[in-house]
């Protein structure tokens, strides 16, 4: 027990209580790393990717140096704790360098490209490249290392996050304070920008275009440290170069990503000849263009190009050099003409309009940082005035007020007069705008509780795939003879629970199987490993029926409460793609017939992806009224297969008791991009038998209607709050009578 706490202390806070939870299965002993106890933990679905990273991080940052390993007599290959990253090329996991104690990065081939020749070629040259540019703001590359799929090289664990994530954040810091500040005001965010501007200029110097700036691949560290990253499609200028039939994106999860082919970079930052595949002739100004576009951003909250396009309209606008308007994401946000111009001249069309270099560039950023005039928009005389009076306000300042002294005493007279009718005004819009503000808040607050709920439901899923991996390659603890037939009949410690919920008697701890037809050879082998591990599909259902409880309960009182009050998950399910299906909690009947899953949309919309993809609303064939299906794809290793699809069935009653509106509001509705009603407050889809969404009922509303975005609207007589749920591409939206902001 003691080893137990000993090891759990070495844990960050925020994993704690996951390590806990699996306190049985390592019992006493203290030798265990606690690199490889959270590597374990993310396996089995406890903790997020995201909590995977950040613990690592602590660990690797926190832990103090107090003793030196003995020198391995041969080198030792990194041992992999988990995934951190996926682009277009390679995949990159976090790793521990068992020669010298210590986390790194591991950056290797997806498995479907490692035997391209031309691709592992491209790959090296990066890690070639980057290697080479030794600079503060470029990722520092360890060496080549040892890797299943052959090639790999690790390179420096960057603690901190995207510029994507910061921007998010100074997103975030707008709509709670109507300002920014600290460590995400403008002048902040350009000093990171210059840090960008001052990796891409020496790598210009050495010969290097990046071709793929964007705020993803440059991190933020954690002391405002920048790195520019993914030196993957980099280019050697005058070096020639035919990208076609290169190879594609090994997924289309996100098109606006980085594209290979004829065109090479990402759609949303690439330059007007970067977009017409002109790659032969790319220079330094190409990238100049995308620091422009990533400056805008930089500048004002918003993409440059609007995010919703499809990838054609994405290129189309690329080519012909057009973005939105510089206009900050609040209404309140200023963005200075200085500014405005940097960004035109940075965005020319034309090659030769642009600054002469990247660090011309940086140089009128700073002119403008140091209130100076700017070169791509000089100050005119009444400017230069208005300049030199910002800077000697305290003479400007006595002038005024002896001048103004004489005009002071007339006006007051008349001021007085006025002061009343004004000063009403001003409170009366000062409350307003507080009262809107607030409840903006909590419509967003909600909406990230409703988001983190499904992210959890990921998250098990994510443990849910791991062990469908495992059983279905074979790769799980040893299985012993059950001592029963699993597809015609249930363990000896599974019992059938009457359940007015399920309609029929149910085992909540054992699964049933059907099949398309006999299973045989790898079929046989994965009911039996999926049988061994029914316990852990079983705890996911089990985690959603004790959420708000302080203290779990007992297995079989916990199995009763499942069967008699039910659970937001309502299935869970696993297909392989040899047509077998397992569903569990189990019926009271196995049955060896049924439809093949296959051919579900659950299924069919997981392949190709590597993370959890919703479909849905749908009604459940059986028996559950309306829910929503998270599945996620298990590959083998080797050649990238698919073997199997995990899904979990959630109820759309689960999310609708999150919706229970205030008295003084109209209602609450999760909806899709097309503004059509998903979930709302006692929508009863348990006892629904016909799925057919309805739109809200404020046309005007809408017409102004922003999916995925954050704010409110006034139409139709009423005011309507909307956030994100990014999980589900849905928006929460809150609408009341205007007359609601003053109560």
Known sequence: MAARDKLLRTLPPEVREAAARLAPEFGAHEELDPHDLVALLHRRGEITPEQLRDAMMSLHSDARIDEVLPAPPDPVPPTILGPLGSGAMGQVLIAKDEGLDRVVAIKELHPELADNGRVRQRFYKEAQVTARLDHPSIVPIYGLVQSERGLAYAMKLVSGTTLEAYLDEAREQWRTQRRDGGTHSLSARLERFLKVCGAVAYAHQRGVVHRDLKPENIMVGTFGEVLVMDWGIAKLLGEGEDAQGLFHTRSSRKFHGTQFGSLLGTPRYMSPEQARGANDTLDERSDQYALGLILSEVVTLKPAIDPFLSLEECLDWARAARL???????????????????????????????????????????????????????????????????????????????????????????????????????????????????????T????????????????????????????????????????????????????????????????????????????????????????????????????????????????????????????????????????????????????????????????????????????????????????????????????????????????????????????????????????????????????????????????????????????????????????????????????????????
């Open 324 to 442: 939105q308007p510089m206009k900050h994401l609040h209404r309140r946000g200023r963005i200075p003409r200085e500014l405005k111009a940097i960004v035109a001249k940075a965005t020319q069309r034309d090659p030769q309009r642009r600054y002469a270099s990247v660090e011309a560039l940086a140089d009128d950023v700073r002119r403008f940082l140091r209130d100076e005039s700017v070169l791509a928009k000089p100050d005119n005389p009444l400017q230069s005035l208005v300049r030199w009076v910002g800077r000697n306000r305290g003479l400007v300042l006595v002038m005024l007020l002896l001048s103004l002294l004489a005009t002071v005493l007339v006006g007051v007279v008349l001021l007085v007069g006025a002061a009343g009718t004004v000063e009403l005004q001003r409170r009366y819009a000062v409350q307003r705008e507080a009262a809107i503000t607030e409840r903006l808040a909590a």
């Open 444 to 743: 967003a607050q909600r909406a990230r509780g409703i988001d983190e709920r499904v992210r959890r439901v990921e998250a098990a899923l994510t443990g849910l795939s791991f062990i469908t991996e495992r059983a279905l390659l074979g790769e799980g603890e040893r299985v012993e003879h059950h001592g029963f037939d699993p597809v015609n009949e249930f363990p000896p410690d599974a019992q059938l629970k009457p359940s007015d919920v399920y309609g029929t008697p149910v085992v909540v701890n054992a699964p049933s199987y059907t099949f398309v037809t006999r299973p045989g050879g790898r079929g046989a082998g994965a009911i039996a490993q999926l049988t061994t591990s029914r316990n852990l599909f079983t705890r996911v259902i089990l985690d959603g029926a004790e959420r708000d409880r302080t203290k779990p309960l007992r297995p079989e009182r916990a199995h009763q409460r499942i069967a008699q009050r039910g659970a937001p998950v309502a299935w869970v399910r696993v297909a392989t793609d040899e047509g077998l299906a397992m569903r569990l909690p189990g019926g009271s009947k196995p049955s060896k017939k049924g439809s093949d899953p296959r051919k579900e949309a659950w299924y069919q919309a997981a392949l190709g992806q590597s993370h959890p993809v919703w479909t849905g609303p749908r009604l459940d064939p059986d028996g559950m009224g309306v829910v929503v299906v998270g599945s996620l794809a298990a590959y083998r290793r080797s050649d990238a297969a698919v073997l199997g699809v995990s899904a979990l069935d959630l109820k759309l009653d689960a999310l609708a008791r999150e919706l229970q509106p205030d008295a003084e509001v109209l209602g609450a509705w999760l909806v899709d991009e097309n503004g059509r009603r998903m979930v709302w407050w006692g929508m009863g889809a348990r006892e629904m038998t016909a799925w057919d969404p309805q739109p809200l009922p404020y046309p005007q509303l809408l017409q102004r209607f922003r999916p995925g975005e954050e704010g409110w609207v006034e139409a139709d007589g009423v005011i309507a709050w909307f956030a994100p749920v990014p999980s589900l591409g849905w928006s929460l939206v809150v609408v009341a009578e205007e007359a609601v902001i003053w109560q």
